[in-house]
């Protein structure tokens, strides 16, 4: 979901930050300032943006007594952080301003429906309008006045992220103004760095913000016997209604089912809470030296000169690297559609009709029953092959005693072989059997 970076740029953020201890000191190393390490924090997380939410746009806005957009929505996260490099110092802290600031520019950019994320970044301080601004905020009729944004017209998620000591007397003082700050928003939280103020505080305190927030959700998506590993961009969150005597919160699971499909013209415009695009996910490389099929071994790759014989003729400047040309594919072979119910029981009358004339029709028997089993365990249907075997041993019995030995023989080895071949490698094929009768027994 958009997220907006809102930074307080007042003279308080400038302070230096309190070092209490050698230990600390070094750490700090370069970072006296308090906007220093405001700054370190918003790189961290626009980082985890660029490596984990590339789909997600986010903005940047500074207040104090005024708000500036530094940057627009957008997804180049570099341009962002350019832009912290440039924050210009403002005056005093108003953050009603800046609330005001980050709920026009999402009005503007996403209306009133999207859910958003508001990064609060301040040193916890409320500064010289906080009396004003506590007084506003204790004033039943204060909420539906105009020039005060919350709540906001739109679902959002307030984190105020506090650049301060826990013990520091500003932040104190300030705390039940950023609690009330939360509870009229509804959703929301306060962050502050554990021990004293450092980089490698300040650094854990956004990895806190991060977990709690912006984690990648991996899952896996069901459908009938099919499933993949996917990610939801952007990530679900969890939903929360306040009833009269209870509160209900639902999280979605690690594992999604498909239940059915419905006519695009039946749901055109569907009641949704969110809405998130589905995205594969690799959990496991392809490993060995065999795994792309138009290629081949990766260790056949080198110019065509080293091989025995030139497989591509005299002409080798057109061919930088082998290919796997050892199998003739044949364009006669269609592929196995079962849209409908047709088509899977025209599929299987097939195998039955050559069944019926074993042994004359053995190789079109293979044929048809490979082709069969290899859709279904590519499908995940792998309940068609046990209905199969069943079928064919059926047929089996049901023989006439003028046929050929050969056809119970090669049906049985069918059946059986159906049940017990492996089911993870639809690549391996069932072969005839081999006998020792002649055409003229």
């Not at 007594?65 to 350019?82: A, C, G, H, Q």
């Amino acid at each position: 979901m958009p997220t907006v970076i809102l930074l307080d740029v007042s003279l308080s953020m400038s302070r230096s930050v309190d070092v209490s201890t050698p230990s600390q000191s070094e750490e700090v190393e370069r970072l006296e300032l308090r906007k220093d390490l405001a700054a370190h924090g918003c790189h961290s997380l626009l980082d985890h943006f660029a490596q984990h939410c590339k789909l997600e746009f986010a903005c940047l806005i500074s207040f104090s007594s005024v708000y500036k957009i530094l940057m627009p929505f957008t997804r180049d996260f570099e341009s962002i952080k350019n832009a912290l490099n440039l924050v210009e110092e403002g005056d005093k802290t108003s953050i009603d301003v800046g609330l005001v600031g980050a709920a026009q520019h999402i009005l503007e950019e996403w209306g009133n429906g999207t859910p958003c994320q508001i990064v609060l970044v301040t040193d916890g301080n409320a500064g010289i309008g906080q009396h004003a601004m506590q007084k506003s905020l204790m004033s039943p009729h204060s909420r539906g006045a105009a020039q005060f944004p919350l709540p906001f017209p739109f679902p959002a998620k307030l984190s105020i992220v506090c650049i301060a000591n826990p013990s520091e007397p500003g932040f104190q003082t300030s705390k039940p103004l950023y609690q009330r700050l939360i509870e009229l928003n509804g959703e929301g939280d306060i962050l502050v760095p554990e021990g004293g103020l450092s980089k490698k505080s300040v650094s854990e305190l956004f990895e806190q913000l991060i977990k709690n927030n912006f984690s990648s959700y991996s899952g896996t998506l069901h459908c009938g016997n099919l499933s993949a590993p996917i990610t939801l961009s952007p990530p679900p969150q969890p939903y929360c209604r306040h009833h009269d005597f209870e509160v209900i919160r639902v999280s979605v699971d690690s594992a999604i089912q498909v239940l059915g499909f419905l006519n695009t013209g039946d749901v055109s415009s569907p009641p949704a809470f969110s809405r998130h695009l589905v995205l594969p996910l690799s959990t496991k490389v392809y490993t060995g030296n065999d795994v792309i099929p138009w290629m081949g071994k990766l260790s056949n790759l080198g110019p065509a000169s080293l091989l025995p014989t030139n497989p591509y003729g005299q002409n080798e400047s057109s061919t930088p690297f082998p290919l796997k040309i050892q199998e003739e594919k044949s364009y006669a072979l269609n592929c196995v559609v079962w849209v409908r119910q047709g088509g899977l029981q025209s599929d299987i009358q097939k195998i039955l009709r050559h069944a019926r004339k074993l042994p004359d029709k053995t190789q079109s028997f293979y044929k048809e029953l490979n082709r069969v089993r290899r859709a279904a365990l590519s499908y995940g249907f792998g309940e068609l092959l046990e209905g199969l075997a069943s079928v064919l041993e059926r047929e089996c019995t049901l023989l006439p005693s003028s046929s050929h030995p050969v056809a119970a023989i090669q049906l049985q080895h069918a059946y059986e072989a159906l049940r017990n071949h492996d089911k993870s490698d639809f690549r391996q094929n069932i072969t005839p059997l081999k006998t020792t009768f002649t055409g003229n027994d």
